[in-house]
Nanobody
Framework: QVQLAESGGGLVQPGGSLRLSCAAS????????MGWYRQAPGKERELVAA???????KYADSVKGRFAVSRDNAKNTVYLQMKNLKPEDTAVYYC????????????????WGQGTQVTVSS
């Protein structure tokens, strides 16, 4: 089973930047897509950014040009660099990874991080 550790959230002023990290750990695991979702008060959880195992990315229209998702496969870590943050970016951000056992690829799993709060306010 996989453990996800999120970090990097906090309070930032409009126009500021934050970098979120999500480190996955476990024994004999391999990872496919990794990504970030967010959920603001009163709204449904939405996909923010995702990255495949070979580095292909996609973004929500609302964050294109401001956010960048990346991954370090050696560290089993996915990042979300957020720039020019806006108050509407305020939400709980969740890491999600798709994974499978290295010695058995017949089963696929998904795991969610605990969430990290991002608040953009002056």
């Amino acid at each position: 089973q996989v453990q996800l550790a999120e970090s990097g959230g906090g309070l930032v002023q409009p126009g500021g930047s934050l970098r979120l990290s999500c480190a996955a750990s476990g024994s004999n695991l391999m990872f496919n897509d990794m990504g970030w979702y967010r959920q603001a008060p009163g709204k449904e959880r939405e996909l923010v950014a995702a990255i495949t195992s070979d580095g292909s990315t996609k973004y929500a229209d609302s964050v294109k040009g401001r956010f960048a998702v990346s991954r370090d496969n050696a560290k089993n870590t996915v990042y979300l660099q957020m720039k020019n943050l806006k108050p509407e970016d305020t939400a709980v951000y969740y890491c999600k990874v798709d994974w499978y056992y290295s010695d058995y690829d017949g089963l696929d799993f998904g795991a969610w991080g605990q969430g990290t709060q991002v608040t953009v306010s002056s």
